[in-house]
């Protein structure tokens, strides 16, 4: 079998928590003896790790629910727009959002909060399409 017929996986990455909201991740902590801030804490958390963006050197997949799962996937050839915003907190801290737009819709098709180091996810996407 071919390379270019062998799927590898490139990146497989969850929301980071404290780097993508410091504040809300120390107000969470700071209240965690309330109660409040550890039930906040441990849904964001279980949230989280339901949430998985995996970059392949085929296409990009966000795999999001621990009970039932929803998936989408974009194939990079098919890759329109790739949109990073980034707040001044998640540049301080080097993560970032990524939207991937593919020819076949309208709108943002995989929206992904708290990435780390999104420029790189997107270089990586562009090292696989067809620019």
């Known amino acids: 079998m071919s390379d270019a017929a062998t799927e590898r996986t490139l ?7 404290f780097r993508n909201s410091p504040v809300l991740f120390v107000i969470c902590v700071l209240t965690a003896p309330l109660g409040i801030g550890l039930a906040f804490l ?7 790790k339901g949430s998985m963006l995996t970059i392949t050197n085929k296409r990009t997949i966000q795999r ?16 329109r727009n790739i949109q990073i915003n980034q707040s001044m907190f ?5 993560v970032g959002d990524v939207g991937i737009s593919s020819s076949g819709q309208g709108g943002i098709e995989i929206q992904f909060a708290g990435i780390r180091d999104p420029e790189a996810a997107k270089a ?7 620019l």
């Open 11 to 17: 990146l497989e990455v969850h929301p980071e928590m």
């Open 42 to 48: 441990g849904i964001w958390w279980l949230n989280a």
């Open 64 to 79: 999001r629910g621990l009970f039932s799962k929803r998936t989408t996937e974009v194939i990079h050839r098919h890759v």
């Open 90 to 94: 998640q540049r301080l801290f080097g």
């Open 124 to 130: 990586l996407i562009d090292g696989h399409r067809d």
